[in-house]
């Protein structure tokens, strides 16, 4: 009976020494893992921009372009790619994806935040070539609402962070003024600036266009007392007036 239970226990033990010498490996992956990443967030400066759709973000990623000693990614991404790069720029910046709100609240303190708003009004009455065919105006309530509500989530996860708002409003009225304060916020120093950058698209006719387009207006009447609710939070915080018929 002994040999049976010693041999049905060495049998465990080969059967287990196998899995077990992969989990070590595993941690120890991980621990290097970790280490790298420690090593790689202190040798890069980190910057995530984040921000509704049609908010800015792509033209926060062209003005990210002017400054010196940076490299900006120009594909939309997580921001798991920063720590994916191998860059000789000392300065890496990430644009987010469509869905990068959903994990917002889970950027790691180490990387920089820049964050994008504009009035609402625009956002939710701008269109864009990927959704044209499906409907009439790119972001929907739905989709503005998820992306304030992740807002209000990071905050809460990280009361101590720092984030730089972005105004689109004030990045087309004043662009280099923005520049500048993003420098500052993120050690920066600008190789042109974004007034002068022949690729900069800054138009001031794309601002507040629903108040000369019955159609958006029309559209915005129709939006529900419960979501202008939280419209006008967003509003207050950030400068932004809301028509009273809106909120009638």
């Known amino acids: 009976m002994d040999v049976v ?3 049905e226990a060495l049998l465990r033990a080969a059967t287990r020494r196998p899995i077990r010498e992969i989990r070590r490996l595993a941690l120890d992956l991980k621990r ?5 990443v420690k090593a790689d967030t202190a040798r890069y400066n980190k910057i995530f921009i984040a921000g509704c759709a049609r908010s800015g973000t792509t033209l926060t990623q062209r003005l990210m372009g002017c400054f010196e000693d940076t ?3 120009r594909a939309e991404a ?3 790619q920063l720590d994916m790069l191998d860059r000789p720029e000392a300065n890496l910046v990430v644009k987010r994806t469509e869905r990068g709100h959903v994990h917002l609240a ?3 303190s180490a990387i920089g935040l820049i964050y994008c708003v504009r009035h609402p009004f ?3 009455t701008s269109s864009h070539p990927q959704s044209r065919a499906q409907r009439r105006f790119h972001v929907t309530p739905e989709r503005w609402l998820a992306e304030y509500d992740a807002l209000l989530r990071l905050r809460k996860a990280q009361p101590g962070r720092a984030i ?3 105004r689109y409003e004030d990045m087309i009225a004043q662009p280099d003024a923005i520049q500048e304060r ?3 916020a993120f050690k920066l120093k600008p190789h042109i600036r974004f007034s002068e950058d022949p690729s900069n698209p800054i138009r001031a006719t794309s601002l507040r266009k629903w108040e000369r387009n019955e159609e958006f207006r029309t559209y915005l009447a129709t939006l529900p007392p419960a979501f202008l609710a939280r419209l006008q939070e967003f509003c207050d915080e950030f400068g932004y007036d809301v028509p009273e018929r809106a909120n009638a």
Request: glycine letters at 0%.
């Open 32 to 36: 290097l893992w970790r280490h790298w």
């Open 182 to 184: 993003i420098a500052q």
């Open 71 to 73: 490299f900006v990614h």
């Open 164 to 166: 730089a708002y972005v």
């Open 122 to 124: 625009d956002v939710l």
């Open 5 to 7: 239970r010693k041999s």
């Open 106 to 108: 889970k950027l790691p």
């Open 78 to 80: 997580k921001h798991t």
